[in-house]
DNA sequence: TGTTATATTTTACGCGCGTCAAAATTATAT
DNA sequence: ATATAATTTTGACGCGCGTAAAATATAACA
């Protein structure tokens, strides 16, 4: 191992006897070069650890090996369990991903799509804040820069979408709550920021419908990501008030469920399927701690790998087709149903 | 608006009227140029929307103005909060945070911080691996880059130490549980992989001593990360097996005691300090969901504002003091007991 | 008004690498 | 062995900006 520290490429270059445009095309793409100049290079690089320089390196690529990652939450694990597989997918395709949190505002949001911009990078898998996002903000960056948008659509804005398939949780849920219960009333926000919510909505009160089932909406009020503590507010009122119009509770999302949950245990009211419970309760996500509720937590769980794996192919597609797409595609998967304690 | 874009720096020093040695000056540091210049360059800054090339900036500057954050666990809502704090105070301060999570792997903090050198940052936050961290690899990126290590400490490595005061955790919790109720045992992973962990035990085995009180470790198997399983797996072997010496449990950590409620909920025990209740809960942390537990956890609150002040304020105090600590410090704060439903 | 300290401009060079074209070399096929 | 294709080398230029030194302009003050 050689002591003096490698300035440069051309430095390198010399200690491999080879060229430096040579060296150049190996670190653009080691499949690049033939398989005994890629080994004498490996072999060098193992001596001197030399690794390029990447601000010279990305200031006159016309694309960098940058993948931006954009969530609207990471203190919620659910985006941060996402941002995980998707970042692991991305270095093992010889990407350098960088992931950035909204923290649910639209100042962030926007700072960030302009941070990113200047990244230059070669695709950017987004996940928008949904309705609080800048449509038109999000519309112009997209222009811009190969962007798959997942977990919730923006409406033609960005070259795909990938996600889950809402009508698949809750007729799943509003089915086997149904069949082995009461029917379900739907707990939501009023105004929820994430535009899943609204798609579940509109599905409870189809599956409602054709199951011939009076549906009822319980609205609670609350803004923002606090999706807890919302649900637990509106839970106490709505439990206090005897405001609930069945024995069983289906939640929007397991963070309200969690929030719920809670505020029945405040209550003394016992939830489950088993005797001496009074209420059910289920809800959608399969959040990472819908396990550890009491009592666990009936949902219905998004295929976390499909969406990642799906929605990282779809950008490596796009990244190899130049950033045009032929045409934008929305892809959903289908929900699973984990049935626990709690209905 | 002029529609045609600005390619550079030239072409913008240009329309300011202004040379680019100044410009490049005020990018640097907008108060270095005299007034009525910012003036001028932010005027044009809003008309013509240039944003100077980060790659050729970064190039030559002995100094980038990027900062890395290193969490050991990104899915904990505890770190992604800390990070946000710590984000938002790096960027009001004008740099640019990256944040990185190590995904509870060894190999993955040393490849970030292998990539954070290459990124040349003014400073590095890490909060480390712990027990699983590669000593030597931090070692040697520590005497490279100017860094603050928070959360976890490493003995001598780093230019600081800024965290919580485990025994401020421990001494009040154990102090309420006792006074109280009957004295509480203290429930830990038997290998865990945070040092604060070994911390608490001997910060609960010296108050124990000090009431003179007998001490109880009952100490679960586990690895990894996976806290609220390993303490959910832990509790029902000590509940079902009726190993547990006292009716008070003290956990190292909220996450095991979210797994402990769990199991205590599956096996029909119920927790808290009303009556009816064969088993009192706390812990340490004041994790996000520890309010949401059935029954609401009483917890240690980590005071997170004045550990992510300081530990940005000591970085930002190095990178302008050159990288160069005079000494090197540790800071601990206090914690602030939280007291809920629960004990 | 002259003096001094501070800011800005001019000029010029370099950073480390991408990229291109033409020439030289190597590998593969016939 | 020869033709052909694939790869590498050589040499050269440019990217967009940092930075240094010297010349000049501006502001502050007596």
């Known amino acids: 191992m050689s002591e003096d520290r490698i300035r440069n490429m051309d430095e390198f270059a010399a200690l491999c006897g080879i060229s430096r445009p040579t060296i150049s095309k190996y670190f653009n793409n080691p499949n690049s070069v033939r398989a005994s100049t890629r080994d004498r290079i490996e072999a060098a690089l193992r001596e001197y650890d030399y690794r390029p320089n990447i601000y010279a390196m990305n200031q006159n690529r016309r694309l960098t090996k940058n993948i931006g990652i954009v969530v609207p939450y990471l203190a919620d694990p659910f985006f941060a369990e996402i941002a995980r597989v998707i970042e692991r997918r991305?270095?093992?395709?010889?990407?350098?991903?960088?992931?950035?949190?909204?923290?649910?505002?639209?100042?962030q949001e926007n700072a960030i799509l302009d941070t990113l911009r200047?990244?230059?990078?070669?695709?950017?898998?987004?996940?928008?804040?949904?309705?609080?996002?800048?449509?038109?903000?999000?519309?112009?960056?997209?222009?811009?820069?190969?962007t798959i948008l997942f977990d919730s659509n923006i409406e033609g804005v960005g070259a795909a979408f990938v996600g889950s398939d809402n009508f698949s949780f809750v007729s799943q849920t509003?089915?086997?709550?149904?069949?082995?219960?009461?029917?379900?009333?739907?707990?939501?926000m009023r105004n929820p920021a994430n535009p899943n919510a609204n798609k579940r909505r509109d599905a409870y009160l189809e599956m409602m419908r054709r199951l011939d089932l009076e549906p009822h909406?319980?609205?609670?009020?609350?803004?923002?990501?606090?999706?807890?503590?919302?649900g637990r507010a509106g839970a106490l009122k709505v439990l206090q008030q005897d405001l609930l119009p069945t024995d069983t509770v289906l939640c929007s999302n397991d963070r309200l469920a969690i929030g719920f949950l809670s505020a029945c245990h405040e209550l003394g009211i016992r939830v489950g399927r088993e005797e001496g419970c009074t209420i059910r309760v289920a809800s959608h996500d399969d959040h990472p701690y819908s396990r550890f509720t009491c009592p666990s937590l009936t949902t219905a769980a998004h295929d976390y790998e499909?969406?990642?794996?799906h929605a990282v192919e779809t950008l490596f597609r796009l990244i190899d087709a130049g950033g045009r797409p032929d045409k934008r595609e929305e892809t959903q998967f289908a929900a699973r149903l984990i049935m626990r304690a709690s209905a």
Do not use: M
């Open 217 to 230: 909406l319980v609205q609670i009020d609350g803004n923002g990501w606090g999706f807890e503590e919302i």
């Open 90 to 107: 991305c270095i093992d395709a010889g990407f350098t991903p960088t992931l950035f949190s909204s923290h649910g505002e639209q100042s």
């Open 174 to 188: 509003v089915e086997y709550l149904s069949r082995t219960g009461s029917a379900p009333c739907f707990f939501e």
């Open 306 to 309: 499909a969406v990642s794996d």
């Open 118 to 146: 200047s990244l230059r990078p070669a695709g950017v898998l987004l996940a928008p804040l949904g309705r609080a996002s800048s449509k038109k903000h999000v519309e112009e960056f997209c222009r811009d820069v190969p």
